[in-house]
């Protein structure tokens, strides 16, 4: 509750957070639009790929050219100002520099930079959650073996979702499901680049302006980055996955409380405890009212004849049996809310969502008919989508995971939806994203033996 004033006693004693930030994209221009207006936190240095569209970036966001207009980090240090080059490398090795925040998007340079910043003792905000579906846990026990703070991103769906079941648990609430909200048909798992904007409900021209990128949005849209973040909630929160992945029920806010039950009590979950996403399309493509398409959600059980009292007393929308309800934010602001995580990590050294052990998985799977010689091009691409599973199914099952089905190449042929295997593909060994993922599962396959 005291976020806030601490960030300013830390700017009126001079000692502002000192942040580094990878990727300057649209997460990350969101952020550098919002910290403008933030006392107590300096943004000494930005590394992006291409420093000429960072900088393009922040002056759509509201900055000048003046606020970088530095040659080093120790000037910006000095100035107040923000340092912009490609190296990543040379933000996470830099002493003063407290906070890291990954916002690539790219899972596989994102754990190269995880572990990088580990080791020279800086916290990590994790804005590519697609590099904590795929080997998350094993990032939080690294953070913790260098003593420094490993964090989902505050904004982003995961950490908001972590965030309404923590409040549910404290409460002494039982978590009935949690999840977000999704635009969902099934036809859209072929959804590619080239098909992204008629779905989505933009123009291409709009999304050009609003400096959109189609393969990214269509992740969204095909189902992949629902999936991962679902992997990345249930992981963080000990939520378990359905057997046969996401459902996607269409409803309103309103009917989550109906939807997320049992369904020996009439609602479509295999037991309590469970991550989903509802769909704000009914069957036939209408639009639903009052949907929580660009939100979170979190489902408890009032399991007294007490509480199902003060559910009615105080008018709480519940299911017809007066024992479920939801929480929820109807909107997630993405980049603009994560001032809240650096807040935290910074301040408090408390983390807004991490992996807590392996419960679920992203499984690469063929959006198409694959054959020997074609490469995958990941997440929101024309190959592959991603599909939630039970950890415990994907590690028996040899599955290849999402995070790492970027330009690999595919060794047999594959069906459309058919989950590909490690010996479908030749995967890069060499990668520390690859090594990350290789002691994951080891230390899965060593639980399943003990538990």
């Known amino acids: 509750m005291n976020l806030y004033s601490k960030l300013q006693t830390r700017a009126d004693q001079g000692q502002p957070v000192r942040l580094g930030i990878i990727g300057a994209g649209k997460f990350g221009t969101m952020y550098l639009a919002q910290v403008l207006k933030t006392r107590g936190v300096h943004v000494a240095a930005i590394a992006d790929l291409s420093p000429s569209v960072a900088r393009s970036n922040l002056l759509r966001a509201g900055w000048n050219d003046h606020s970088f207009d530095v040659n080093s980090i120790e000037e910006a240090l000095k100035t107040g100002r923000t340092y912009i080059c490609d190296d990543p490398e040379k933000i996470i090795v830099h002493l003063k520099i407290e906070i890291i925040i990954e916002c690539t998007g790219n899972p596989i340079a994102a754990v190269d930079h995880c572990l990088m910043a580990f080791s020279e003792g800086k916290h990590v905000i994790n804005a590519t959650v697609e590099a ?119 409803g309103s806010i309103d009917d989550i409380p109906t939807l997320m039950r049992p369904k020996s009590e009439g609602g479509i979950l295999s037991r309590k405890g469970m991550v989903e996403v509802v769909s704000s399309l009914e069957p036939d493509g209408t639009e639903i009212d009052y949907d929580i398409r660009k939100g979170v959600w979190v489902c408890v059980e009032g399991d007294t004849d007490y509480l199902k009292r003060c559910f009615e007393e105080y008018k709480v929308v519940t299911d017809e049996s007066g024992r479920y309800m939801c929480l929820y934010k109807r909107w997630h602001l993405i980049g603009l809310e994560l001032g809240i995580s650096v807040a935290s990590v910074a301040l408090r050294q408390e983390p807004t969502g991490i992996a807590a052990g392996f419960n679920a998985d992203v499984v690469a799977t063929a959006k198409c008919g694959l054959s020997p010689g074609d490469i995958l091009d990941g997440e929101g691409g024309y190959t592959v989508y991603g599909a939630l599973f039970p950890a415990t199914r994907s590690i028996d099952g040899a599955f290849l995971p999402l995070g790492l089905a970027h330009n690999i190449r595919v060794r047999n042929p594959i069906m459309a939806d058919q989950p590909l295997r490690w010996e479908d593909v030749a995967v890069d060994e060499t990668t520390k994203a690859y090594r990350t993922r290789m002691q994951l599962e080891d230390f899965a396959r060593k639980d399943q033996t003990t538990g």
Not at 156 to 181: E, K
Not at 232 to 239: D, K, R, W
């Open 132 to 250: 904590d579906a795929l080997c998350g846990y094993m990032l939080a026990r690294h953070a913790r073996s260098y003593g420094v703070v490993y964090s989902l991103a505050y904004g982003d769906q995961p950490a908001l979702t972590c965030d309404l079941v923590d409040w549910a648990r404290t409460c002494g609430f039982t978590v009935s499901a949690a999840g977000r909200g999704h635009k969902w048909l099934p036809h859209y798992r072929a959804s590619t680049p080239d098909t992204i904007w008629d779905y989505w409900g933009l123009t291409a021209e709009q999304a050009k302006i609003g400096g959109l990128n189609p393969k990214m949005f269509n992740s969204f849209l095909d189902g992949s980055k629902p999936a991962i973040e679902c992997a990345a909630i249930a992981n963080a929160t000990g939520l378990d996955v359905p057997e046969n992945g996401l459902s996607y029920p269409p």
